[in-house]
């Protein structure tokens, strides 16, 4: 009979692969994920651009271009309750048990879910894009600028990711984990990313102009625009990265507790 | 480590939830190669005890030790010792059967995990059935993947918490079978059901966990002395439903 060699503790990049892998099987044996995750931004997209956009100045001659980030924004939020939805559906099926009681590292667990949420939104977003390439999408931006935007979405969606972690985990259902990503698709509404805040009331102004996806969505604009993002650049930064501290300090803190 | 013949140890085990205490004062012991059965009704207590020692629940008081290895100080040498086997089927269901054995045989780093995925397949009956997603099976095919995962890497001691409930009579008998081999292999099992008949079936020792406390702890025959002596009574013996299904199964059966 056997025990396991003490290599485990060595191998957490291993571990975590195989649980990417894991999970990246059950994205693409399930690719209406990816169809859901597109299809509602992509209809936002065109509503807005075909149907309001006609109504709206936004001091640009091409609201693709204005529109985007948001958009971008919004498929990020939808990703994340799949995220969640998958971790839920482990701790509930008994898997996340075995896992637990196996000699991996308990990071792994988590990283593999984190990781595969950065990849399938990464997915979606590129499915997005080519959308609004086909419906006249345009920027002027160079390799740098287009790395900085990939590098904000990719802080943005693992900070929201922490959040999917901390939803998955605490649920009681599966509709409970996916439901805390609507406030996070509802927020670039009330915010610079369809229309310009000037135009809002006093108090909505306020809000819009000082919550995380405005100057997330200005950074992207303006670096998709080919501009200098000035200083938003540096609070969409910091806003990310405190989410990202905050949630990911978060979830342990609930991944803990429920171990004791 | 310490060399001795017993495989878990438990003393003054004590868990509460929200003050309601679950364990109280839990004491026994599991001897090395045996079939152990914690044998209690639903919310005695079992699967808490399952927990706490496959380190998934730290215990309030007391102490527990598997193979050895602190359940509550060291659970890494405790995971490397044991594979657990929850109530429900631990599988996952998007997976295919053998990709759900290569999955538990990479997480553990075993060598050729293909291979062991396919022995495994073999053993277990579910050679054919290895290549379909795990959504198409049975109960009884499940539960049979899911304790060939468990013994992926063949762990020292194996726990199995409550393994036939809601298991049709074919597939509950199919899972004593297998109960059976790995105590043949020298495999310590530590087995919790409701049913006095498994624990009778399978078991070395059985202890009788009540409202927290264990309320009696021997062989069958110790237990059974515990009670006034069996008298005689000639009945006709008529054969039971479940013999009757079993029969008519086993003649439709081509395996």
Known sequence: MNIQPENAKNRPFFDVSTMLGRSMRHIFRSLDTIITVTIM????????????????????DNYVNYLLPGILLIAIGTGMSYTAARLFADKQGGLFERFRSMPIAPSSLLWGHVLTSLVSNAISLIVILLAALLIGFRSPAGLLAWLAVVGILALFTLSLTWIA??????????????????????????????????????????????????SIVETIRALLAGQPAGTEIWTALAWCLGILVVAYWLAMRVYKRQTA | MPKNETAITVKGLRKSYRNVPVLQEVDFEVEKGTVFALLGANGAGK????????????????????????????????????????????????????????????????????????????????????????????GGMRRRLDIAMSLTGSPAIVFLDEPTTGLDPEARLEVWKLV????????????????????????????????????????????????????????????????????????????
Not at chain 2, 58 to 87: H, M, Y
Not at chain 2, 209 to 217: K, N, T, V, Y
Not at chain 2, 241 to 249: A, K
């Open chain 1, 165 to 214: 972690v901390i939803a998955g985990l605490s649920a009681n259902s599966i509709d409970g984990a996916a439901a805390f990503s609507y406030p996070i698709i509802f927020l670039p509404f009330i915010s610079s990313a369809f229309v310009p805040t000037a135009s809002m009331p006093g108090p909505v102004r306020a809000f819009a102009e000082n919550q995380p996806v405005t």
């Open chain 2, 180 to 255: 059976k081999q790995l105590a043949e292999s020298g495999t310590t099992v530590f087995l919790t059901t409701q049913y006095l008949e498994e624990a009778e079936q399978l078991a070395d020792r059985i202890a009788i966990l009540h409202q927290g406390r264990i309320i009696a702890d021997g062989t069958l025959t110790q237990l059974k002395s515990l009670f006034p002596p069996a008298k005689v009574e000639y009945i006709e013996k008529q054969p039971t439903l479940e013999d009757i299904f079993l029969s008519v199964i086993a003649q439709k059966e081509e395996r």
């Open chain 2, 47 to 138: 699967t808490t005890i399952v927990k706490i020692l496959a380190t998934l629940l730290k215990p309030d008081g007391g102490s527990a030790f598997v193979n050895g290895f602190d359940a509550a100080l060291q659970p890494d040498g405790v995971r490397r010792s044991i594979s657990l086997t929850g109530q429900f089927a631990a599988v996952d269901e998007v997976l295919t059967g053998r990709e759900n054995l290569i999955l538990i045989a990479k997480l553990r780093h075993l060598d050729n995990p293909r291979a062991i995925a396919d022995d495994l397949l073999n053993a277990f009956g579910l050679t054919e059935a290895g290549g379909r997603r795990v959504s198409t099976y049975s």
């Open chain 1, 41 to 60: 931004p992509i209809a936002f997209m065109l509503l807005f651009v075909y149907v309001f956009g006609g109504a709206i100045r936004t001091g640009t």
